[in-house]
Each structure stands twice: as C-alpha cells, then as structure tokens.
C-alpha cells in the first residue's frame, strides 16, 4: 500500500537554527508531493508542491523542499527558524488517481528562543 | 483570498445521533473532498466527490457517512448514527482539478461524540 513516513513526530530547533524535517514515500511511481502546515486552530496551508520539472522548489516563508527520486524522500528544510514557525507539518502525496492526498503522520515543530 | 468555510466549528452530539458537517468550497472548484484526524492520528482521507458523484471513497466511509452538494455551493458531510470512535477533526477541502494542482483546506470541525 502507498503510504508516507515522516521521520520525527517531535522537531525542536533554536531561533536561527537549520529546519529539517524528513518525508519519504512508498511507490515506484513517483508521486506529486506536497508539504502543508498546520497552526493551532487553523485548517491545512499549503507550503510547497512538486509536480514536475525542477526538483528542488520553494516555497512560503523561505521553506524549500528536494524531490529525490533514488531515495523516494521530500525533506522540508528552512536555513534559519524564526518563532512563528512553530507548527505542524505535514508531508503528503497524490497519484492523480482522483486526487487524494495520503498524509504522512505530521511533525510538530517547536522554536526555542 | 478566496477560501474554504466549515460550520460548526465545534459539534458535540450524543452517540446514536445524526450529524451534519457543513462547508462551502472556493467558488470555481470543481473537486471536493472530506478528511478526516482523529486526535493524535494522521490525516485520512474520507472521500472525493466530482460532478455530483462520489468520485473515490476510502474504507472508513462506510454505509453511515454520505456526502451531498444541495445548493450548488454547500458540500456536506452526514454521519448518519454517531459512534464514540467517529470524534475526530474534519476537514473540508476543494481543489480546481485533481491531481496537482493545489487542494485548498478549511479550518475544520472538531467532532466530539459522547
């Protein structure tokens, strides 16, 4: 079965620190990705997708993410974590099939001061 | 910014009971589509519904969840005999078009069933 592992259910980075937070798929076929957030109280924003062509992308609030197919991962990173960061991610994928997204289990981020 | 509305926010109902979750998708969307998170879980998907069809349903949904477009903007959710295990955050999402293009996310519904 198709499904995506965030590795983390826990992320804590330092103000200024590097952001990172790791996805990977299940599926031979690669998949169009996506990264959303999720603040307190809020629905699902979407960050970032890849769909084709260049598989570095970027995003809102200086997040960019990699598509690498021989490692069948989708890693979120940030150079530099500001406070208002501090969310849930969530990585997901979709196979064009009808649309469905299939979400990996979320990461919380906390920003230390 | 155009963007999804769900109501209520905050549902709680006994069990046994009927519930309807409300949303309105962004106007132009063709495609829309039913999460559901219950708390601690991942996000599931539910069910997707294009041309007033269901287009895709997942396991969960079951003969107790129909979804129904009434008025041509409404998209609404029935769980027709609430279980304890039905308590979850529901979201409501639209997109354009299937497949890559961005599917849009409103705020939910916490579910409570007691």
């Known amino acids: 079965a198709q499904s995506v592992t965030q590795l983390g259910s826990h992320v804590s980075v330092s103000e200024g620190a590097l952001v990172l937070l790791r996805c990977n798929y299940s599926?031979?076929?690669?998949?169009?990705l996506f990264w959303y957030v999720q603040y307190p109280n809020q629905g699902l924003q979407l960050l970032l997708k890849y769909t084709t062509g260049a598989t570095l992308v970027k995003g809102i609030n200086g997040f960019e993410a990699e598509f690498k197919k021989s490692e069948t991962s989708f890693h979120l990173t940030k150079p530099s974590a500001h406070m208002s960061d501090a969310a849930e991610y969530f990585c997901?994928?979709?196979?064009?099939?009808?649309?469905?997204?299939?979400f990996g289990q979320g990461t919380e981020l906390s920003v230390k001061p | 910014e155009p963007e999804v509305t769900q109501t209520p926010s905050h549902q709680v109902t006994q069990m046994g009971q009927e519930v309807i979750l409300r949303c309105v998708p962004i106007?132009?969307?063709?495609?829309f589509y039913w999460y559901r998170q219950i708390l601690g879980q991942k996000v599931e998907f539910l069910v997707s519904f294009y041309n007033n069809e269901i287009s895709e349903k997942s396991e969960i949904f079951d003969d107790q969840f129909s979804v129904e477009r009434p008025d041509g903007s409404n998209f609404t959710l029935k769980i027709r005999s609430t279980k304890l295990e039905d308590s979850a955050m529901y979201f409501c999402?639209?997109?354009?078009?299937?497949?890559?293009?961005?599917?849009?996310f409103g705020q939910g519904t916490r579910l409570t069933v007691v």
């Open positions: 599926s031979s076929v690669p998949p169009y």
């Open positions: 997901a994928v979709s196979y064009n099939q009808g649309g469905k997204l299939i």
């Open positions: 106007s132009n969307h063709l495609y």
């Open positions: 999402a639209s997109s354009e078009a299937m497949g890559a293009t961005e599917a849009f």
